[in-house]
T-cell receptor
């Protein structure tokens, strides 16, 4: 039973447009959420996080939105750039646990 | 089941020194991942070891290294410490790896570099 789900295995977005990556979770005990970016043959790199007391956190081109009632978070990348092509993982943390989703591969099209 | 243990819990070092941190995973878990947590940089992934092999590595300089023993215990070493290495270092264990299932954190080692 997946507690953290990224339902889109891949996403293609035109360069310069907005990329929206989605993540759903099932456990209300999660209180801290993170997004990581991963290139092939490398480990995940932390991008941005949000605590459950907030509904939005912004860092440059990256914004994470949290909807606690829907148990849903999303990562917005604006504007999308070629270097954003990678696999994006969301993660949910609470207590002594962290669980990663299975990732969404983002392709930025020229 | 006993949880993940980390030693030492607190450490104070000076710049230029080296440090070794230890992590004992939950019994039966073969994957150990290391993270660095700082207020400004979030929870950064350092590396993952599985069955004594480094399987994934984050974007950290070569001063950060690790290893895993046959009993799955893992050590992380940081050489030539810098002030910016002050952080909470967390290890997390899981049965198969960070991408595939729940990882369980240890209590962390808080490192202060003076």
């Amino acid at each position: 039973d997946q507690q953290v789900k990224q339902n889109s295995p891949s996403l293609s977005v035109q360069e310069g447009r907005i990329s929206i990556l989605n993540c759903d979770y099932t456990n209300s005990m999660f209180d801290y959420f993170l997004w990581y970016k991963k290139y092939p043959a490398e480990g995940p790199t932390f991008l941005i996080s949000i605590s459950s007391i907030k509904d939005k956190n912004e860092d440059g081109r990256f914004t994470v939105f949290l909807n606690k009632s829907a148990k849903h978070l999303s990562l917005h990348i604006v504007p999308s750039q070629p270097g954003d092509s990678a696999v994006y993982f969301c993660a949910a943390s609470g207590g002594d646990k962290i669980i990663f989703g299975k990732g969404t591969r983002l392709h930025i099209l020229p | 089941k006993a949880g993940v243990t980390q030693t030492p819990r607190y450490l104070i070092k000076t710049r230029g020194q080296q440090v070794t941190l230890s992590c004992s995973p939950i019994s039966g878990h073969r994957s150990v991942s290391w993270y660095q947590q700082t207020p400004g940089q979030g929870l950064q992934f350092l590396f993952e070891y599985f069955s004594e092999t480094q399987r994934n590595k984050g974007n950290f300089p070569g001063r950060f290294s690790g290893r895993q023993f046959s009993n799955s215990r893992s050590e992380m070493n940081v050489s030539t410490l810098e002030l910016g290495d002050s952080a909470l270092y967390l290890c997390a264990s899981s049965s198969q790896g960070w991408e595939q299932e729940t990882q369980y954190f240890g209590p962390g080692t808080r490192l202060l570099v003076l």
